[in-house]
């Protein structure tokens, strides 16, 4: 039975088509506004909704595998976007890839067939109330505009400049030492001996990453991603093409740091700075990257200490309009004046077609919730949903970058299996329980 209520969900991709059919399948009427075809982008080429303009793979589906087990979290949602995915699938191993336009087309027809929902071609460039802005990393000039306006000028971002995020668990120790310039540089919560990890190189160790970062391949994509450098996302391979020591007086600098080891300054210095509150992820400081993946990880795998990591996010430099989430927004994603202004999607700091996907479902949730005079609820930070939603709301506003489905983000077992695999399926099985308890409780 339909209600009188009438939702307004700005963007037509995986996050806002998501949000719109879990609504009009509660009941809603909903008006999904789509600005293509009458204002196109640079990366799209047909006028269907959640067209993929990047990759056709949702990645892994096993749910020992971080985006795996965030699509087992929302297949328990019922999620249509995974649905269409499996209809449109290809051959691809455990991956969920497919054919885009056979997917595309799966989620345009059911979207539009859907009596409770009503597809509308236009630009819209306000924040509806009760609404879900899903406008992904490419946002128009004018809703950007008022999202800035609305949020303050600080409070999105048009460039995504990308460092690598290490899990704590695969840096070697032995090597790797605590400690902040001087001492000087300290971080609220920062263990003692300081703020920073530090891989320590000597000269020929220091020539010999040079030399690789020189010759590294580097990833190019669509026109739009062709973005001007200016000195806050400058890549790392860029710094390198100034000169030599570039590296050694930027990022790299040894100034204020000594070995303990060797009570001596190392002739350079890659810094690792805490990613989230319980230090199980850390950011390569200053080392956003073009590099394709398998290249990222042979040069960085060069450096002392960082022989064996694990990348639990790779760098990228590209646009992507996205909100400063922690600094902006409340923990359920929503306008601070009004919390039936929501976001989903690209545009909240999340990476991925997957995690776009589930931010989309949580969007609707809430919004039914709080029509119905509820609060909004977020899964516990023991599922991937939930730790996703943790992390927009307690990463370090100064440093807020979007992030990826990863198991760095879930709270620690106890105890921690000694088998990673192991370890692995005891997540995916506290997250799969932890959801299903939260589900009951509405």
């Given at each position: 039975m339909t209600v009188s209520k009438e939702i307004q969900i700005v963007g037509g991709g995986l996050a806002g088509s998501e949000a719109?059919?879990?609504?009009?399948?509660?009941?809603?009427?909903?008006?999904?506004?789509?600005?293509?075809?009458?204002?196109?982008?640079?990366?799209?080429?047909?006028?269907?909704?959640?067209?993929?303009?990047?990759?056709n793979t949702f990645k892994s589906t096993e749910v020992t595998n971080a985006h795996g087990l965030l699509k087992a979290e929302m297949r328990q949602l019922g999620s249509v976007i995974l649905t269409a995915a499996d209809?449109?699938?290809?051959?691809?191993?455990?991956?969920?890839?497919?054919?885009?336009?056979?997917?595309?087309?799966?989620?345009?027809?059911?979207?539009?067939?859907?009596?409770?929902?009503?597809?509308?071609?236009?630009?819209?460039?306000?924040?509806?109330?009760?609404?879900?802005?899903?406008?992904?990393?490419?946002?128009?000039?004018?809703?950007?505009?008022a999202i800035?306006?609305?949020?303050?000028?600080?409070?999105?971002?048009?460039?995504?400049?990308?460092?690598?995020?290490?899990?704590?668990?695969?840096?070697?120790?032995?090597?790797?030492?605590r400690a902040s310039r001087y001492g000087k540089e300290t971080m609220e919560g920062a263990d003692e001996g300081g703020a920073y990890l530090n891989c320590p190189m000597d000269k020929a160790q220091y020539e010999a990453f040079m030399d690789a970062l020189a010759t590294a391949d580097q990833f190019t994509s669509h026109e739009f991603d062709k973005v001007p450098y200016f000195e806050g996302c400058m890549p790392v391979e860029e710094m390198a093409r100034r000169g030599r020591e570039s590296l050694r007086f930027g990022p790299m600098k040894p100034v204020g740091l000594d070995d303990?080891?060797?009570?001596?300054?190392?002739?350079?210095?890659?810094?690792?700075?805490?990613?989230?509150?319980?230090?199980?992820?850390?950011?390569?400081?200053?080392?956003?990257?073009?590099?394709?993946?398998?290249?990222?990880?042979?040069?960085?795998?060069?450096?002392?200490?960082?022989e064996n990591a694990e990348f639990l996010r790779f760098g990228s430099i590209h646009r992507n309009s996205y909100v400063n989430s922690p600094a902006s927004l409340t923990p359920h994603l929503s306008l601070r004046d009004d919390p039936q202004v929501m976001f989903a999607g690209q545009i909240t700091g999340v990476e991925g077609y997957t995690e776009s996907t589930a931010?989309?479902?949580?969007?609707?949730?809430?919004?039914?919730?709080?029509?119905?005079?509820?609060?909004?609820?977020?899964?516990?930070?023991?599922?991937?949903?939930?730790?996703?939603?943790?992390y927009l709301r307690e990463a370090d506003p100064k440093h807020f970058q979007p992030m990826n489905a990863n198991f760095g983000l879930l709270e620690e077992?106890?105890?921690?299996?000694?088998?990673?695999?192991?370890?692995?399926?005891?997540?995916?099985?506290?997250?799969?329980?932890?959801?299903?308890?939260?589900?009951?409780?509405?």
């Open positions: 719109a059919w879990q609504l009009a399948e509660r009941g809603y009427r909903v008006v999904l506004h789509e600005m293509r075809p009458v204002r196109s982008t640079e990366a799209h080429k047909t006028d269907k909704l959640a067209e993929l303009v990047c990759s209809e449109a699938r290809v051959a691809a191993g455990s991956a969920l890839a497919v054919d885009r336009d056979v997917f595309s087309a799966a989620v345009h027809d059911r979207i539009h067939a859907h009596a409770n929902i009503t597809v509308v071609r236009e630009e819209l460039t306000t924040l509806p109330s009760p609404g879900i802005i899903a406008t992904g990393p490419l946002t128009s000039d004018g809703l950007a505009t800035r306006e609305r949020l303050g000028v600080e409070s999105l971002a048009f460039y995504d400049a990308i460092a690598p995020i290490l899990a704590e668990e695969s840096l070697d120790h032995s090597i790797v030492f303990p080891r060797t009570g001596r300054r190392p002739w350079a210095v890659v810094q690792l700075r805490k990613e989230d509150r319980a230090g199980r992820m850390w950011n390569i400081v200053g080392f956003q990257t073009r590099l394709r993946i398998p290249e990222q990880q042979r040069v960085l795998k060069m450096v002392p200490g960082l931010t989309g479902i949580l969007a609707a949730i809430n919004l039914d919730r709080m029509l119905r005079g509820l609060e909004p609820v977020i899964p516990p930070p023991t599922t991937m949903l939930g730790a996703l939603y943790r077992l106890s105890p921690v299996p000694r088998d990673k695999g192991k370890k692995r399926e005891m997540y995916a099985e506290r997250a799969l329980s932890a959801l299903a308890a939260w589900q009951a409780t509405f």
